[in-house]
């Protein structure tokens, strides 16, 4: 059964702490991907890996930034949290297919409160 | 104008109705396409992928493609309370990128 795991489910923090969140998956994928979903607003790409040590930013990567140093696993970093970062965080993975995507993977979410 | 377009609903269908669901793309050289179901509170599930015109079908959902109006959708006959969930359609842009676009979703409701 394919898995991706999220580090934490629920996270409350401070204004300009460091957050790390991990994302762990064990499907063997090239692809992993780090969004943020809010109300009205749907899924938002923040950054996203094809390779280790690789990384590419998304819609929205200001404030946020990632790690990717072994293949399972993906990291986004918040420098300094921010009370507009609270949200719902979804890290996802997939494999490359030839002409565009194959399906995303999905998390179980860390839902971020910044306080 | 959005890359990924969907009503937000919610959309009402009775228990046993067929729920149709559309999505709206703007990068004409897409190539892959996608359904999601989220339930409240949970994270996306894949339910169908389709990557050519026509349709696909599987279960009691069958996805339709027309790359010439830029148009999926996604069909659920015999809906069930079950079905009642935020539908996510996803799009790959064309470029070769590995990423895709989702829409924000369209709430269903299945009345018993």
């Known amino acids: 059964d394919v898995k991706v795991t999220q580090s934490s489910r629920y996270l409350v923090k401070r204004t300009g702490e460091k957050v790390f969140l991990e994302c762990v998956q064990d499907m063997d994928h090239e692809n992993m991907f780090w969004y943020r979903q809010d109300p009205g607003l749907g899924l938002r790409l923040i950054y996203f890996s094809y390779d280790v040590k690789m990384k590419e930013k998304g819609d929205i990567p200001e404030g946020y930034s990632v790690s990717r140093e072994k293949k399972e696993r993906f990291s986004l970093i918040l420098e300094s949290a921010s009370t507009n970062q609270t949200s719902m965080y979804l890290c996802?993975?997939?494999?490359?297919?030839?002409?565009?995507?194959?399906?995303?993977?999905f998390g179980p979410g860390t839902r971020l409160t910044v306080l | 104008q959005k890359e990924v377009e969907q009503n937000s609903g919610p959309l009402s269908v009775p228990e046993g109705a067929i729920a149709s669901l559309n999505c709206t793309y703007s990068?004409?050289?897409?190539?892959?396409f996608f359904w999601y179901r989220q339930y409240s509170g949970k994270s996306p599930e894949l339910i169908m992928s389709?990557?050519?015109?026509g349709d696909k079908e599987d279960g009691r959902f069958t996805a339709q493609l027309n790359k010439a109006s830029q148009y999926v959708s996604l069909l659920i006959r015999d809906s069930q309370p079950s079905d009642s969930a935020t539908y996510l359609c996803a799009v790959t842009p064309s470029g070769g990128y590995q990423k895709v676009t989702f829409g924000t979703g369209t709430k269903l409701q299945v009345i018993p």
């Open positions: 996802a993975s997939s494999s490359p297919r030839a002409s565009g995507s194959e399906e995303q993977f």
């Open positions: 990068d004409r050289g897409s190539q892959s």
């Open positions: 389709i990557y050519s015109n």
